[in-house]
Nanobody, 129 residues
Framework: QVQVLESGGGSVHSGGSLTLSCTAS??????????MGWFRQTQGNMRERVAT????????HYLDSVKGRFTISADNAANTISLQMNSLQPEDTAKYYC????????????????????WGQGTQVTVSS
């Protein structure tokens, strides 16, 4: 079983920056590359996929509204991904969740939210105007 643990988050003013980090740990987690990603949800709204990455080759995808502002990166050896968030806006306020998919899914599956079966507890990001 793989466990996912997030860190980072917090409160900033509009235009500020934050970095989120996420580590997957557990049996055999170091043996394989996998899809990992960041998702966010606000109260009363559906969860949305912010950014995904395939840890084996760092192929990444972004939500249109964060392109150019957020950067996802992976350290495959450490099974860690990070999300650098710049030029944060109040509409980025949400609880951010890190998720990992089983390693048998290749990079072509990373955009399919249904493959993400291992989730962290979430970390709050609040951006004030």
């Amino acid at each position: 079983q793989v466990q996912v643990l997030e860190s980072g988050g917090g409160s900033v003013h509009s235009g500020g920056s934050l970095t989120l980090s996420c580590t997957a740990s557990g049996e055999h987690v170091h043996d394989s590359s996998r899809c990992m990603g960041w998702f966010r949800q606000t109260q009363g709204n559906m969860r949305e996929r912010v950014a995904t990455i395939y840890t084996g080759d760092s192929t990444s995808h972004y939500l249109d509204s964060v392109k150019g502002r957020f950067t996802i990166s992976a350290d495959n050896a450490a099974n860690t991904i990070s999300l650098q968030m710049n030029s944060l806006q109040p509409e980025d306020t949400a609880k951010y969740y890190c998720a990992a998919a089983p390693s048998f899914y290749g990079s072509s599956h990373c955009l399919n939210e249904k493959i993400y079966t291992m989730w962290g507890q979430g970390t709050q990001v609040t951006v004030s105007s």
